[in-house]
């Protein structure tokens, strides 16, 4: 049984904590923060299902002294500890890096943090076999994340030479203020950074982008020109994304008629927060140009990476060292494909 430690409880760390609890082979011994955030809160006032340690020795004192239960500090818990998922703020983890280099621990850093923090650059599909073992893994940032997914199966069934991508990005997360209340779409300098991640990790397909920020916070969309090695047709494409485990295919003729009609999915199905692991692809979208294939996806920007994020805890700690296996583990304990 494989320990998994979180630090940071914010956005992603709830989900990653919620994610890891689900899986049967590893153990949540905990989480970590600094401050009665909403969310440490909200942990609180569920009834602690998850210990909470201080990031500090001040930061225990500030949380207690707010009325939420510490079980102690961040430095008590990684001995016991045998990985770190840290989805602290961006910059943090770099800092945190030293502390678990002095306990001997492996670190999964999320991808705000910059790419030298880590051995590899890690996607549970595309590059499972380089993450095998290594101390420090980086996740890709969550438009990236789905972008590979989608990529990766047409690449391993045909090949993929180009791809060409726009991306809607949402402005903030809900419930975020730091960015005001806009009424404006924001245009990125070209190319995007997800396309040139997207070549880190693929450095076989050639890859360039633009990036629109827009004034949304339930997710991004991604529109994806790719261009085949060999020529595949629409129903081919539609084939290979149905029998991807997290990857699905929604019409606007079932009701999907953009992202918040998904956001609205996830809440109906009960899902905790409005999260889906999946990334959906819209059949209306596909056109073929040529050999080109255009379509276009949804990103939920605040779970997409957890599932990847257990496959990085598999390979770092070499639980798996098969890639399909790994993932397949994965996708059961968190009940992905749950609607084939």
Same mark, same amino acid.
């Given at each position: 049984?494989?320990?998994?430690? &979180?630090?940071g409880y914010g956005v992603i760390g709830q989900r990653l904590a919620d994610g890891v609890a689900q899986q049967a082979d590893m153990e949540l011994v905990g989480v970590v923060d600094a401050a009665p955030t909403l969310a440490v809160q909200a942990l609180r006032d569920?009834?602690? !299902? ?8 001040? *930061? ?9 239960? &510490? ?60 993450? @095998? ?20 199966? @047409? ?8 791809? *060409? ?15 005001? $209340?806009?009424?404006?779409?924001? &245009? ?16 076989? &397909?050639?890859?360039?982008? @633009?990036?629109?920020? *827009? ?18 047709? $629409? ?21 999907? @008629? ?13 899902? !905790? ?23 276009? $996806? ?43």
């Open positions: 049984m494989v320990k998994v430690l &979180v630090s569920k009834g602690m !299902p998850y210990k909470l340690y201080a990031a500090f020795d001040e *930061a225990q004192k500030r949380l207690e002294s707010a009325g939420i239960p &510490v079980t102690g500090t961040i430095a008590e818990i990684l001995p016991e500890s045998d990985i770190v998922l840290d989805a602290t703020p961006d910059g943090i983890g770099a800092k945190n890096k030293i502390l678990y280099q002095k306990y001997g621990k492996k670190a999964v850093f999320q991808g705000g943090e910059k790419d030298d923090i880590a051995d590899v650059f890690f996607h549970g599909y595309a590059n499972y076999e380089q993450g @095998l073992n290594q101390d420090f893994l980086k996740l890709t940032s969550c438009n990236t994340t789905g972008l590979i997914r989608t990529i990766d199966c @047409l690449d391993r069934s045909v090949g993929i030479e180009r791809i *060409a991508i726009t991306i809607v990005r949402r402005v903030a997360d809900p419930g975020d203020y730091h960015r005001g $209340i806009v009424n404006a779409l924001q &245009v990125d300098k070209a190319p995007n950074h997800q396309a040139v991640d997207l070549m880190t990790i693929m450095p076989h &397909v050639n890859a360039t982008g @633009l990036l629109v920020h *827009a004034p949304i916070t339930h997710g991004h969309f991604i529109s994806v020109l790719a261009t085949p090695k060999n020529d595949l047709s $629409i129903e081919e494409a539609k084939k290979l994304f149905m029998e991807h485990d997290r990857i699905r295919l929604v019409s606007i003729d079932q009701g999907f @008629l953009g992202n918040a009609s998904i956001f609205k999915y996830a809440r109906d199905l009960g899902r !905790p927060r409005g999260d889906i692991y999946e990334v959906p692809v819209w059949e209306d979208t596909f056109i073929k140009s040529g050999r080109d294939i255009m379509f276009g $996806i949804h990103i939920p920007q605040e779970s997409v990476t957890i599932p990847e994020s257990i496959d990085a805890i598999r390979a770092a700690m070499g639980m798996q060292t098969d890639k399909l296996t790994a993932v397949g583990l994965t996708n059961q304990y968190l009940g992905l494909p749950y609607w084939k």
